[in-house]
């Protein structure tokens, strides 16, 4: 062999050494040696993830992350969402991992920045899981993200281990949380009743920050199969915690599951639990899932409740539900002398919402003695707008005996730029 083939030959030896050292470094040991300035890296995502390698992700069905300029549907189809690799630029400074950025779709790079080429879609995910495990503030939250876009990859253990783990800010906790549902559904590594007992642990502990506490009840009601809502329920009904009962509650009521309807029914006829579930309750079964049946129940209800609290949660309920029974029942509280005027007015106040009609607020007025019941009518008029409401008020204006309110239906008047109406005041002046 000659002397320049022996030099090829350890020239090609060195650069296989270098390449097998390379290629033996794990992908934290990579992005440490990378020189300063941004590193990115690029690795498979799983089926249904696509972007446009820019401004926005799709994560899944109507799951969309990112800048758009209009509307989701206008800028998908101008710029079509592409599968592709996931492409993950990490700014540093000092060595240190300060941000952490996503995109999927089209091959790119970032200026300036080091491509550490394509690796492992696990080797990645574990690497941005590790970063959510030791790098405070916003960088750890972001790494979990591209994680979650990761092909074949388990990841449930983790995020709860970061979610149980009080050392970890509380924003990075909160967004583990929020992962794990769709990250047992999608891909199991931990059961559902392992994830419903751990969160229900982080949600009863009072030495917990209250946000991370309520991302978990939060998690239990989304659980596939209501596997949460046993804890959620034992949680309510034992808790001598106020806030925890409230939130417990609340996030029962954001489920449709029959069990979480019927503990709602059953708590607010209790009266051994703090008046705030009671007014959680109450209001939970005023949301999407409230049926005619729902109404009837908390109509009963109202006058077996003996605070002023209770009732007006059951009224804001059911103008919540609308509907034309208790748009009516909302009027019959307006009229009734005998309940007390701040429960009065609040039905005044969203009888509209609930459906009333202009012409029976206006016959409403009519019927009325006390002042304050006046004003609040006044109130709702001047806010409606309507060409019935304003001949009204300006009838108010005209003939109501007493001054006070006649000066405040004026007052309303006069911010109208209706020529109609600033004739008609200018004439009630003249007179």
Known sequence: MTKSSLRLAALAAAALSIAGDAGAQSLSQRVASAPAGPVQFSFAAREGVCGNGRTYISSGPNMFTGTFNGSVSDVVRSDPCQPGPVRVVLGRADGEVVDVNTYVGPPGTTSGATDLGTVPAREAADFLLSLATRVDGRPGRDAIFPATLADSVTLSPTLLAIAKDQARSRETRRTAISYLAREVEARGGASRSDVASALGAIA???????????????????????????????????????????????????????????????????????????????????????????????????????????????????????????????????????????????????????????????????????????????????????????????????????????????????RSEDPRVKQALKEIVER
Not at 379 to 388: E, I, L
């Open 204 to 414: 009863r502990d009072e030495s917990d920050n209250q946000s991370v506490r309520q991302q978990a009840l939060s998690v239990l009601s989304r659980l596939e199969g209501g596997e949460g809502i046993p804890a959620l329920i034992e949680i309510s009904r034992s808790t001598t915690d106020t806030w925890l009962g409230k939130h417990a509650t609340a996030s029962l009521a954001r489920s449709g599951d029959p069990r979480a309807r019927q503990f709602l029914r059953t708590a607010v006829q209790r009266t051994d639990i703090p008046e705030e579930t009671r007014i959680s309750a109450i209001r939970g079964i005023g949301t999407e899932y409230a049926t005619s049946q729902d109404a009837a129940f908390l109509r009963d209800l109202y006058g077996k409740l003996e605070s002023d609290k209770t009732r007006e949660a059951v009224i804001g309920s059911l103008a919540e539900m609308g509907g034309t029974e208790n748009a009516k029942w909302l009027l019959s509280i307006a009229r009734n002398a005998n309940e007390p005027l701040r429960l009065r007015k609040r039905a005044v106040q969203t009888a509209e919402k609930a459906g009333a009609s202009g012409a029976e607020l206006i016959a409403l007025y009519d019927g009325l003695q006390d002042s304050e019941m006046k004003s609040a009518l006044i109130s709702v008029y001047a806010q409606s707008g309507t060409k019935a409401a304003t001949d009204k008020l300006l009838a108010i204006a005209r003939t109501e005996p007493d001054y006070q309110i006649r000066r405040r239906t004026i007052s309303y008047l006069g």
